[in-house]
C-alpha cells in the first residue's frame, strides 16, 4: 500500500478532477473543423489546440473559414480562432501535448513544419506557429502517434525505430532521449510494433499498442512502467484480460486509456469486432494491484462497435467510438438484454461500470478519437458535424454545469 505522502503527491500531479458530470448541451462557441477528422486536443493555458487531418476550419458563425494545415487553435472562453497560429503540417497529426512558456508538441506523420526540418515531433509556438529552436528530438523510421508529458520528460509512443523502438523518454526542452528510460515493447502482433496510447501519473506510465511484451516480460497489449525513480522500471502489473484474440482484422485491439484524476487506477478501451470477450469494450484497472493475472474491476461491452478514446475524471468514465449501445455483454451487432442507446459517446459510472444517464448522442461516423477534460468542460473531437443533436463540426466541448 503507497504510503500517505506518495498518494498526496499522485493527487498533486493529477489533471483537474471534475466532481459531476457534464452537462449535455454543448457551448454554443467553439469554432468548426470543416472537413477530415480531428484526432488529438490539448490545452495550453486559456488556449485549445487541435491536431488531426484537415485543411480548413471556421469560427463558430460559420462566417468566416481559415485555411489550417491539419493543425489550429481557438480561445477557450470565447471560440476565437488564432489568426497567427498557423503553421504549415504536411501531414496528420495523431498527439499533442501542452508545453511551457506557451509551447505546444505535435506528433504525427509528417517530415517538416512551416517547410524546415521536424520529423514526426515538433514543439511550436502559439504565438507564431513557429519551430521553438533548441528542440531536436531524433525520431526515425515511422509516426508518433501519442505523447504525455510529466514536468520535464515527454514520453512519445508511436512506431518509429529511433531513438528507440515505439517508445520513448525524451528531454522536453531539448528532445534528447533520456539513456534511463530503455524500456522496448516487443512481439508485435502487427507487421511493425506500434504503441497506440499512454498516459502518464507522476508514478506510471500506463502503455498500450501491438505488442506483447515489454523489456522481455509478457504483456499483451497493456502494460505500466514505474517511473517514479531516475531509472524507468517494468511495474508488477500485468494483465492477460487482452491475450484473447479478437477478429482477425483486428490482430491488435486495445486503442485509448487514461488515469482516474489520483491516479488509482485506469480505464482502457478497444476495438475489436462482435466476438465477446475484451473486444469494443471499456473496462477499469486499477494501478497499484500487483500480480501476474490481473482482472478488470470491470468491464462494459457495446456489443460489436469500437470506443477509441476514453476520458476519466473522477465523475464518470466517458467513452467514445461508433457505439450504439453500452451496457450491452451479449450483443453481438444487436442490443442484448439491458443494453441501453449510447450512439457515438456515453459515460460509464467509475466504481459500477454501468452506463450513466448522460446521453447526448453524437453523429457515429468512424468515431470519437480525442478527449480533452479541462476544469470548465470535456473537449470532444471526432469526424462528425452533429454532437448533443447540435452542429458542431469535428470539435466541441460539453460544460460543467
Known sequence: MLARVALAAIIASAPTAHFRVVSANPVDSTPHVLDGIVNAITVVGDTVVVGGSFSEVSDAARTTAYPRSNLFAYDLTTGRVLPDFAPIVPGPVYGLAAGDQGTVYVGGEFIGVNDSPARSLARLKLSDGSLVTGFAPRIGGGMVSTLARQGSKLYVGGDFTSPRTALARIDATTGAADPAFGITP??????????????????????????????????????????????????????????????????????????????????????????????????????????????????????????????VTGAAVYVGGHQRWLNNPQGRDSAGPGAVSRPGIGAIHPTTGMALSWNPTRERGIGVKAFYAHRSGLLVGSDTTRLGREYHARIGMFPLP
Open 186 to 311: 516487443g512481439g508485435s502482433l502487427t507487421p511493425r510494433v506500434k504503441v497506440y496510447a499512454i498516459a502518464a501519473t507522476r508514478y506510471r506510465l500506463a502503455v498500450d499498442g501491438s505488442f506483447t511484451t515489454l523489456d522481455g516480460r509478457s504483456r499483451p497489449q497493456l502494460g505500466l512502467i514505474d517511473i517514479s525513480g531516475p531509472t524507468a522500471r517494468l511495474a508488477p502489473w500485468r494483465t492477460d484480460a487482452y491475450a484473447r484474440p479478437c477478429m482477425s482484422a483486428f490482430p491488435s485491439y486495445v486503442r485509448g486509456l487514461d488515469f482516474s484524476p489520483d491516479g488509482r487506477y485506469f480505464a482502457v478501451v478497444t476495438t475489436g469486432g462482435p466476438k465477446g470477450g475484451m473486444c469494443d469494450t471499456a473496462a477499469r484497472f486499477e494501478t497499484y494491484t500487483k500480480g501476474a493475472t490481473i482482472k478488470p474491476t470491470w468491464v462494459n461491452a457495446t456489443g460489436g462497435d469500437s470506443l477509441y478514446a476514453v476520458s
